[in-house]
């Protein structure tokens, strides 16, 4: 039978402290011993599962791919290919709000699922991270690291080593005959997301090969004046 009496009081063993909730389920007549160590271990249980939940640690899926690329040496936008295909494949799980699942429909009828499925065909062409949403997904740095290690490619694989500057040099060079050939001036950033999707190799070693291709930094700005000679 319903009773707003018990009712109540086991709202308040779902939001107060142990001793609060022993005080309500004495006042509906649960006080013997049994009882009582019953009600203290489940509010002990919500009590570590909410702790647990608050603890877990959580950093963007941006810094994990690039951090993790340098280390496994790894082009940085394949790692972040298999990232997003684990994502959608249940894999690799997202840190999301409480609630929130891949398949939670948003305002506009799509699913972060969806959208990830969408990005995936052009992602070579296409730098995923230049959208919010991409860039405000979160991994466990553990769960991320478990993954890579145990489910990906990177495991069966032999690690990669740093690209000589020769081979930097030569995958530079086809970037600055394209742009060439379409009549456009080289750009840095255009030029390491050539590279990027080439070889594993730094950004100081791009810059480097596309100086010495170029004989050296562009001029910027006005050149400096001379220093007056005093009279």
Known sequence: MYSPQKNLSCTILLTTEPV???????RIGIADTAGTASAFSCVQSLRSAGQKRMSRKQESLRDLIENRAVLHSIVPRRLCRWALEAIVQNTLPLVLPEGVSLDTVDGVGRTLRSRILRLLPGIESVDPFKFGWVRNLKCDPKEFDTWLKVDTKAANSPRRKRPSDAAVRRVVQNYVDGEQSI????????????????????????????RVIEGGPK??????????VRK
């Open 219 to 228: 001029p910027r700005g006005r050149p400096r004046r001379g220093t007056p």
């Open 183 to 210: 009549g456009r001036v080289t750009s840095i950033p255009r030029m390491w997301v050539h590279v990027q999707k080439e070889l594993p190799a730094t950004y100081e070693q791009a810059v480097e090969a596309l």
């Open 20 to 26: 609060a909730a022993l005080l309500a389920f004495r």
